[in-house]
Every structure is written in C-alpha cells, then in structure tokens.
C-alpha cells in the first residue's frame, strides 16, 4: 500500500531524512520509531504531502504522491501530533466540514457513529476552543476517520488521551488492520508500538537502523529472544552505527 525509495528530505543544511526506503502492506500495522530528532515526523509529512521530498519516491498504492497528488491524498489521512482544528467551529461543523472536503455521501450517521465511539456526543455543539486537548485530539482522529481512509498515519496519537480512549482507539486499528487497510504508527510509547504493529522501522539521524518484526530486530541489535522493544531500541540506538 505505501512504497518508500530512497526518501531524501533537507532543510537548508540540516539533511532530516536520508535516503530512507521502505515497504508497507495491505492490512499492516507498521511502526515508525526513533530517538528525538531522528527523522519520524518529517518522514510522516512527506508521506502525506504536506512536505515535498528533496529526493526519493513516494508510492501510494498505484499512485505517485507527486505525480498524482489528489488521487493519493483521497487514499490516506493523517493525525498530527498536535491537533489544530478550526477552533472557531463547532465539533460537529469542523466534522462536517472534513466529510464534505474528501465528498462522503450522507455523513451524518458515521459522524454521529465516532462521536458516540470516543465520546464527543455530548459536545457535538461546543466550539472545538471550549475543548480539551485530549478531546480535540480524539476530534482529529474522529476526522481522520469519517472518510474511511485506506491508509491512515498517526502520529503520537495517544499523547492527552484518556485510558478508555486510549483502548478505543487501538480496537479501531486492529479493526482496520483486519479489514486490509493500512495503519502507520509513529510513537516513543514503545509498549504501544510493541502491542499492536506488525513490522517495525527504527530510524536515526534520518537513516534507517533496523526493520522487521520484533524478532527480526533483536536479531538485528544481539539481543536475547525475549527483550522487550524498548530494551532493543535503548540497545540498538545507543551503540555506533
């Protein structure tokens, strides 16, 4: 479902990603982990468009991002690590608002059907301002989701959720993963990543370290069959490349 070849993206002198490649497929809850500064984020937006690639390429199903940007961005949606929604609307215009930009016929009832499902029923007619920030997040998530996305990326996307919606959210991923679409993760909360994702990408200084499952990484960092994903990266980012 994604493609990455040989991703490239500098600013000014500082090179953010450097010649990154990598496969996602049908149905995968894919990992995208790494120490601060190594590369995630900006990974994440030249996924989705909002950054333009120095260098490299970018397959959205059968669609080049660059060549054929409307067609690839219908496919996937993106959940920023800080929401910033239209504060001036309320939670059910800023929901209506996304299903009309991505053409969903009838929204009504899948708006009404996430926000029943993470719990923003009851301020479906509050200004997103009067919001929290775990609610406006779990509001990001609900947008990301009302066009049904084949693809959707995440981006620390439990940060100021609360536990239950924290647990909704990850059944939502697995329900999406068993349904063949393709669910793309970027987290320091290792233990998520660990729970829920398919193949892992470590990435550091903008270079990748490792990839694969959890075993294939401890494979790859020496170490013993049973650590944890958090004692892989600790090992596997901390010693020279």
């Known amino acids: 479902m994604i493609q990455v070849r040989g991703l490239t993206k500098v600013y000014k002198k500082v090179t953010a990603v450097n010649d990154l490649s990598f496969t996602i497929n049908d149905g995968e809850i894919f990992g995208l982990v790494g120490p601060n500064g190594a590369g995630k984020t900006t990974t994440l937006k030249c996924l989705c468009g909002v950054a333009l690639p120095t260098e490299g390429l970018v397959m959205i199903d059968d669609y080049n991002l660059l060549e054929n940007e409307q067609e690839a961005k219908r496919l996937l949606a993106f959940v920023p690590e800080t929401p910033n929604p239209y504060e ?3 939670v059910y215009e800023h929901m209506k608002f996304i299903a009309l930009l991505y053409s969903v016929p009838d929204p009504d009832p899948k708006i009404d059907e996430l926000l ?3 719990e923003l029923s009851q301020k479906r007619n509050d ?4 919001l929290s920030k775990g609610m406006k997040q779990k509001l990001t998530i609900c947008c ?3 066009h049904d996305p084949k693809i959707l990326l995440l981006d620390e996307p439990l940060i100021g959720i ?4 924290a647990r909704t959210l990850k059944d939502v991923l697995l329900e ?3 349904q063949k679409k393709t669910v793309l993760i970027s987290s320091h909360m290792l233990y998520l990543v660990e729970e829920l994702c398919n193949r892992i990408l470590i990435i550091d200084q903008g270079k990748k370290i490792a ?3 959890l075993q294939d990484i401890r494979k790859t960092a020496l170490a013993s069959s049973d650590a944890s994903l958090e004692e892989v990266f600790l090992k596997i980012t901390e010693e020279p490349q």
């Open 162 to 165: 609360d536990p239950r919606g």
């Open 176 to 178: 999406r993963a068993a």
């Open 116 to 118: 029943n499902l993470f």
């Open 144 to 146: 990301a989701l009302v």
């Open 88 to 90: 001036i609307l309320t």
């Open 211 to 213: 990839e694969g499952t």
């Open 127 to 130: 200004l997103v301002n009067s």
